[in-house]
């Protein structure tokens, strides 16, 4: 079943009336888009960019008060993310012809991968390399600004998670849409890579989690014409871990936070793992199962009550390492969606067993790898609302640090984008206005990225308006209006 599929199914998160729009199970029809709340003096200000989901749309970067800036109309049409890296170049998709919308590396059906300077000519071109979800540059661990470690190196290696059809029997007997990590040096040549099936037994998945993956293992129809195939793991993130204090601190015993190891977060088997990058063992993972008397090894020593600190992960996005000069630098940050994922026993929620953990709400947690404590956590409940609900988008979405300690949140099956303090208020708020309408109705983003004004030096730095909303409780529509 596809995700959009089962979203229409069930009742679906919104945003609230006029000033703080929240998602919810009651769609409201009428909301304000654009930027609805804005605290200049509390905010890390700068343009925000994001891909439209919308085809025609494409990419576009705002300013804070929501004015479009900058698009970029054949560049990440319905794929995900564009980058805008220092200097004004953007980085994402692009189909060589229209119809050609493949996420598999190297087939002549799948988007190529570029890099367009400010007035789009094309600097950088990897062919057919079908990237989804996720892309990283050499010097930048996880494509978003961090002091020190600016986005601004798209002549050097790159990171990109592609997917390639494989069988494995110890898996399934049905075709896998395997998640494959290449990455490529300065002249597009392959110098490592690296195939999920082909670790499967270091995942260190339950027996229960297995019977049913087996049976269901997320088989669907690919963006590869008359192919389907199982999207068993469903990669949705991949990042370097970068320079870290806890491997600078000792990397005999943090061996595992290597700079140059790989995080990735598996969508449908609610965990996250981290790669070695010399040789492609899974050395650190937290799920699928989140139990209170769950054992969690950290350098082969269980550490007690873990997963009871830590609850349990589903379907989650964007699993990074915060980097280095950021605040919060060496601990993982997560979007925590909730919504449905995993494998295991049937249950009255989930019949065959396939996403069987269930939850309506979303988080995002910052936590620290060694124990599993939850170092920061937003939710509604930590905005002092009384619905979970209330903050909550079960597909999509990301989370960034900013260097000012906010968090930049995508709520992104409701078009959300949220600027939130340590302390969750929300400093700076925009709704997405593009909206897809042949397909559902929806203002899908996928994940929005924070950008310092000094990245484009084509733009002169906007005037920083504040975004008042109107009180809630009395705005009314004047009629006739």
């Excluded at 988008?393 to 939130?420: F, K, W």
Aim: glycine residues 10%; neutral net charge; charged residues 25%.
């Amino acid at each position: 079943m596809k995700r959009r599929e089962f979203l229409r199914g069930c009742a679906v998160g919104a945003v609230g009336l006029a000033v703080s729009p929240v998602a919810g199970f009651a769609f409201p029809t009428v909301f304000p888009h654009g930027t609805t709340i804005y605290k200049p003096e509390k905010c890390w200000s700068g343009y925000t960019l994001f891909g439209t989901e919308v085809e025609s749309e494409g990419t576009v970067l705002i300013d804070m008060n929501g004015n479009v800036v900058k698009q970029w109309k054949d560049i990440c049409q319905e794929e995900h993310p564009p980058k805008l890296l220092k200097g004004g170049y953007l980085a994402g998709s692009r189909r060589p012809t229209p119809e050609k919308k493949g996420r598999v590396w190297g087939d002549p059906h799948s988007t190529d991968f570029v890099v367009v300077d400010w007035d789009g000519k094309t600097v950088r071109h990897l062919p057919s390399a079908g990237y989804h979800h996720d892309y990283q540059f050499e010097g930048s661990p996880v494509g978003y600004h961090a002091p020190g470690l600016e986005v601004d190196n798209y002549k050097g290696k790159i990171l990109i998670l592609s997917n390639k059809f494989v069988e494995n029997p110890k898996i399934t007997d049905k075709l896998l849409m395997d998640d494959h990590l290449i990455e490529v040096d300065k002249d597009g040549k392959i110098v490592w890579e690296w195939l999920g099936n082909e670790h499967f037994e270091e995942f260190n998945f339950p027996p229960e989690v297995l019977e049913t993956m087996r049976a269901y293992p997320t088989f669907s129809m690919s963006r590869t014409p008359g192919m389907k195939g199982g999207d068993w793991i469903h990669v949705n993130s991949a990042s370097y871990l970068g320079p870290n204090k806890w491997y600078a601190e000792d990397p005999v015993k943090y061996k595992m936070f290597n700079p140059e190891n790989i995080i990735i977060s598996c969508r449908q088997t609610n965990s996250s793992h981290i790669i070695e990058k010399a040789t492609g063992k899974i050395v650190w993972q937290i799920g699928p199962l989140y139990y209170p008397d769950t054992p969690w090894l950290f350098n082969g020593e269980e550490v007690k009550k873990a997963y009871k600190k830590l609850e349990q992960i589903i379907g989650q996005h964007h699993t990074h390492m915060i980097p280095k000069g950021l605040p919060g630098e060496g601990n993982i940050m997560i979007y925590d969606n909730g919504g449905y994922g995993g494998y295991g026993p049937r249950n009255p929620g989930a019949h065959f067993g396939w996403s069987d953990a269930r939850r309506d709400y979303s988080r995002v947690i910052e936590i620290d790898p060694r124990t599993l404590d939850v170092v920061w956590e937003h939710s509604a409940k930590q905005m002092g609302l009384r619905n979970k609900y209330q903050f909550y988008s079960d597909y999509v979405s990301s989370a960034q640090r900013l260097p000012n300690g906010n968090t930049l949140i995508t709520n992104g099956a409701v078009g959300q984008l949220q600027e939130v303090s340590p302390d969750h208020e929300i400093v700076w708020e925009y709704i997405s206005p593009y909206y897809v309408k042949d397909n559902g109705d929806f203002n899908l983003v996928y994940r929005a990225y924070r950008i310092p004004y000094d990245y484009v030096p084509q733009l002169k730095k906007p005037v920083e308006n504040a975004v008042i909303p109107p009180v809630r409780e009395t705005f009314r529509i004047k009629p006739g209006a």
